[in-house]
Structures are given as structure tokens and as C-alpha cells.
């Protein structure tokens, strides 16, 4: 359903019991916006400091496509250098048979084949007659290079040919696992698996990190609600940017991959505590009329640290963890800039019945971008007086609809009971619990699996990252009357759907004795468009939210449909 208030304000009738206080609850808050402005130029500036920071969670989010990248790897064998010389594959002293890769792996790698007839390699069972010297199994001494010194295998060894002893039709291979590895650094110099030897069954480790991180949003999102609603806005903002920085330290400094994963859990931990409070004082801060822009924004913040994560980070720094010590160097100026300008929230401060700190500081906009050159002094006197007054009759109304107001604030419980207390209220927390799961599950389940479509990690990364740019644009037709909230929520998450299923289609369909490149070409641009619209899709459920609740319950409804949420990003 369409939200009652889009277009009006930001006050809404779900916790209001009484029609008539409802409107002119939504009349006064239109008055203030008004005079106060709705994106003056100092409004302007503490809310695009916080807009600005966005873009160190869009980095964040997208350093898992590279810190967690998989080259391609495969046992290591004698035909390879020895380890402390290098990783790469097939250029050992000893592979004086001049073996291509392609030989070695054909040869001396289980093999089996698809349906289409095409050779598929077990990179983890080898031919244990070709493991490194001092990790074969059996009597070293009876093992000279890359073969057994047996009386069967004597001549073919000496002759310097082993296709005819280990070819795949030999029922005397034994095929097992191996200790060590060689991976393809050309692109990635290191990644969580090369670095902590992740391979074969222990991939899912890498996997892990991940988890944890939409893990550590849940968590947090599930605790910001109450944290937000308590201590208001302007500390969980400053708190959760420094702790960002101090787990992202420890990120980079991680001596294994259990520690890196709650390291990435913490990060996420601090992240969703900032972004409730920081984009609930967005939305609070401005007026009505410059919502669409400002969730467009905080979305774009996003995107662009998606890129800077692809273009220039990781073109630069293929080692992980330089990559990620530059991420965490990138949190600092923002946590520095927020620590100076943020302000508190005048609507917070008006919801917890701190009425004359709400009046202060809401005076103290006003005074500061009004035009005092084409306003009488008596003008800017009266302009004061209805701030002040329209301040203290949207408490009064407050108390008058709920008169546990102050109670509920602090009370976690009661806030909860706020979501559930109607039919209505009931149908509508839990449509929106459902849009939260769906579209973080879609969003998350492209934007961290860009190393599985076709091309470079680096430029699908990029592109999926800036495809939510017009997916945000399209944001300002949800204030078109022929369009509305509920209209262009139903097209995006249909356009999504139908995208990413033929993505799907296209790219996990084989046709033997045919040119893939069509279908994987037409499977990437769909999942792109997939992305687009989902991204639409995604913040238009955050300003649903921010309309449909009012500002004493708001931040709680943030943090328990983006603890649903999070639950799909993690499945993804």
C-alpha cells in the first residue's frame, strides 16, 4: 500500500490513535519544514557529511570480491619450483619434460568429463608418483625426481617419459591429496586462500568471512534500534565510525582466517549501528521535499565506494592486505569530519520530551541559513516564535495519543509492541519484513558473487556497483502522483525478478557444439539490469519505513526489518 504521508512528511499515522491529531500533526511538521528549510545550506552540510561516509561501507561491502578471491590453484607437484622460490604453476627445475600445464593436469590430475564430453580437472587428487620429493608418500630414497625408482618404472624414468606409466588409462595410478598448493598469481598476489591455504575442502572458510559479516549486521541492526532511540543520533554516528577504523585495523592485521572473520563481524557489528542512526538524522534533519534526493544520495555514497574498491584499490593493490589497510585508511577523514559537525536530531530530542533542546536546535538551523537580507528582523522574530510554538504543540499532541510517550521511548518492549498493535500496523511491518529479506538477498547475492560472472573481477564489480546509480535515479518517481510508492516497488522488484532469472538461465545453461560467449555476454548485461533494480528497490523500502513510522519508533523498525534483512544477505 502506498504510503499515507509521501510527498507531506515524515510523520505518520501508525502510532497515532487519534485522526484528528494526526493531521494536524502532519500539518505542523509541514509548517517547520517550511521555515526551517528543507535543505538549507547548513542542513546541507551535516547531512552530506554523513551521505559522504556511505561511501566506506560500499568499500567494505566489496572487499570480499577481492580479499576473498579464488585463483585458479591445483596441487603442487615436481614439475613445480620449490616453495620457497614460487608459487607459480609448471616452471620447476624439474620439469625437464618440457610438460605443459595442460599435460600435467590431463596427466597426472584425476579427470572426468560433462556431458558435453569436456574434460573436467580435480585440482586436489594428483598422481601421488608426482608429489614433491619430500612429500610423496613411501621411502624417499627410493624416488628420484618426479618418479619412482622401482624396477617397473626404472627404464621409463630414466628415459625421461612418464605419459606411458601415469596417462589416465593406467590402473596403477593412485590418486590422493596433497599438502601444498600453486596458484595463478597474475591477478591476485595473495587472498584470504592463498595466504591461509583455504583450498580443496576448506574453501568454505573464505565463505565464512562473509557470513560473518552480514552476521554482524544482523546482530547490529537488531541492537541499533533501541541504541538510536536511546542515546539519540549523533553518538552512535561518531562511536561507530571509530570503531569501524579499529576493527578494520584489526581486519588487516589478522593472523588467520578465524580471527579475520570476527574482525569483519565487528566491522559490520559497528556499520549497521551507523547507518540506522545515520540515515534515520538524514531523513529527520531535511525537509520533506528533499527526501527522494537525499535517499538517493545515500545510496550513490555506496556506489562510489564500490568503484573506488575496483578503480584505483585493487587495480593497485593485489595483495589483501594492503588492499584492506587502504579501505581502513579511507574510514578515518570521514570518522574525523562527523566527530566536528555532526549535530543531534531536533525531532529525537522533541521525541524524548526534551522540548527545549529540540527548540534550540532547531532555531539554530533555521538562524543560520535563513536570508537575513530579504527578512525583516521582525519576520526572522516571528519565524523563531512558530518554531518554538509548533515544537511544544507536537509534544503536547504526543502526549495527548500516547500517554506512556516517554515510557515507550525507553522502553524496548513496549516500542516493539508499537509494530504489532493493529491488524493494519501488523499487515504492514510484515510485508515490509518480507521486502527487507528479498531485496538484500538479491542485492547481496549479486553485488559479492561479481567474481562468478563472466569477465574481469575488477570491471564486474565496477559495473555492478554503478548500475545502482540509475536504479536510484529512478528513485524521483515515487513522488510522481501517477506512480507513488506502492507502483514503482511492485515494477522494480518485477523487473529484478524476470532479469535475474534469465541471467540465470543464459549463464547456467551448457549447449554442447555451440559459442557460449552469446549467452554468457546476454546473462551478464541481465544481471546487471537485475542489479539496477533491485538497488531501486532497495532504498525505496528504506524511505517506505521512514514514512510509514513515527520518529519515536522509527529507529526501531530500522534495525529489526534490517535484522531480517541481513538474515537474507547472509543466506546469499
Known amino acids: ?220 541492526y537488531f541492537t541499533a534500534g533501541p541504541i538510536s532511540s536511546y542515546f539519540g543520533r549523533r553518538k552512535p554516528v561518531v562511536l561507530a565510525m571509530f570503531g569501524i577504523i579499529a576493527s578494520s585495523f584489526y581486519a588487516t592485521y589478522a593472523p588467520s582466517i578465524y580471527h579475520y572473520c570476527l574482525s569483519r563481524f565487528l566491522v559490520a557489528l559497528f556499520s549497521a549501528n551507523f547507518i540506522t542512526s545515520g540515515f534515520t538524522f538524514a531523513l529527520e534533519f531535511s525537509g520533506s521535499k528533499a527526501r527522494s534526493y537525499i535517499n538517493f544520495a545515500w545510496g550513490t555514497g555506496f556506489t562510489l565506494g564500490a568503484i573506488l574498491c575496483s578503480y584505483p584499490f585493487a587495480l593497485l593493490l593485489r595483495e589483501w592486505r594492503d588492499l584492506q589497510f587502504a579501505v581502513t585508511l579511507l574510514v578515518i577523514p570521514f570518522a574525523v569530519l562527523l566527530l566536528f559537525v555532526q549535530q543531534e536530531s531536533w525531532k529525537w530530542l522533541m521525541s524524548v520530551d526534551r522540548v527545549e533542546e529540540a527548540q534550540e536546535l532547531a532555531v539554530k538551523v533555521y538562524l543560520k541559513q535563513c ?14 516564535a512558530s518554531i518554538q510554538r509548533n515544537i511544544k504543540r507536537l509534544v503536547r499532541i504526543s502526549e495527548v495519543d500516547d500517554k506512556d510517550s516517554k515510557k515507550s521511548s525507553t522502553n524496548i518492549i513496549q516500542r516493539f509492541k508499537i509494530l504489532f498493535q493493529s491488524a493494519k500496523i501488523t499487515r504492514f511491518t510484515l510485508i515490509l519484513d518480507f521486502q527487507f529479506f528479498t531485496v538484500n538477498i538479491v542485492y547481496y547475492g549479486l553485488a559479492f558473487n561479481a567474481g562468478a560472472l563472466p569477465g574481469s573481477d575488477l570491471v564486474n564489480n565496477a559495473i555492478l556497483g554503478l548500475m545502482d546509480v540509475p536504479g536510484y535515479l529512478t528513485l524521483i518517481f515515487m513522488d510522481k502522483k501517477w506512480c507513488g510508492r506502492k507502483n514503482y516497488m511492485v515494477f522494480m522488484l518485477f523487473v529484478s525478478g524476470i532479469a535475474c532469472l534469465a541471467s540465470t538461465i543464459l549463464l547456467e545453461t551448457e549447449i554442447c557444439d555451440s559459442d557460449s560467449s552469446v549467452n554468457e555476454k546476454i546473462g551478464r548485461i541481465l544481471a546487471f539490469l537485475g542489479k539496477m533494480a533491485v538497488s531501486g528497490a532497495f532504498q525505496a523500502v528504506f524511505q517506505y519505513v521512514s514514512e510509514l513510522y513515527s520518529t519515536d519508533v522509527r529507529t526501531d523498525v530500522f534495525g529489526i526489518m534490517n535484522f531480517i534483512g541481513k538474515l537474507g544477505g547472509t543466506l546469499s
Request: proline letters at 3%; glycine letters at 6%; a negative charge.
Open 1 to 220: 500500500q502506498d504510503s499515507e504521508v509521501s510527498n507531506v512528511s515524515n510523520v505518520s499515522s501508525i502510532s497515532s490513535s487519534k485522526a484528528g491529531n494526526e493531521n494536524e500533526s502532519v500539518e505542523l511538521y509541514k509548517l517547520l519544514d517550511d521555515t526551517i528549510g528543507h535543505f538549507g545550506w547548513y542542513q546541507a552540510l551535516i547531512i552530506i557529511s554523513i551521505l559522504a561516509s556511505k561511501i566506506v561501507f560500499g568499500a567494505n561491502s566489496s572487499l570480499a570480491v577481492f580479499v576473498a578471491a579464488r585463483p585458479d590453484f591445483r596441487c603442487r607437484t615436481c614439475f613445480d619450483q620449490d616453495p620457497e622460490n614460487s608459487n607459480q604453476p609448471g616452471q620447476g627445475e624439474s620439469n625437464f619434460y618440457n610438460y605443459t600445464e595442460k599435460q600435467i593436469e590431463e596427466n597426472f590430475f584425476k579427470t572426468s568429463t560433462d556431458k558435453c564430453g569436456k574434460v573436467i580437472i580435480d585440482q586436489c587428487q594428483v598422481d601421488q608418483s608426482v608429489l614433491p620429493i619430500y612429500e610423496s608418500p613411501g621411502n624417499n630414497e627410493n624416488k628420484n625426481d618426479c618418479c619412482f625408482l622401482t624396477e617397473e618404472t626404472l627404464e621409463i624414468c630414466e628415459a625421461g617419459n612418464l605419459f606411458p606409466y601415469n596417462s589416465s588409462s593406467n590402473s596403477n595410478q593412485i590418486f590422493g591429496t596433497c599438502q601444498e598448493y600453486v596458484y595463478d598469481d597474475s591477478v591476485y598476489k595473495s587472498t584470504l586462500i592463498t595466504e591461509f591455504e583455504l583450498y580443496c575442502g576448506k574453501t568454505y572458510l573464505a565463505d565464512l568471512s562473509t557470513s560473518a559479516y552480514m552476521a554482524g549486521y544482523m546482530i547490529g
Open 371 to 384: 536570508d537575513k537580507d530579504k527578512k525583516s528582523q521582525n519576520d526572522i522574530d516571528r519565524d523563531v
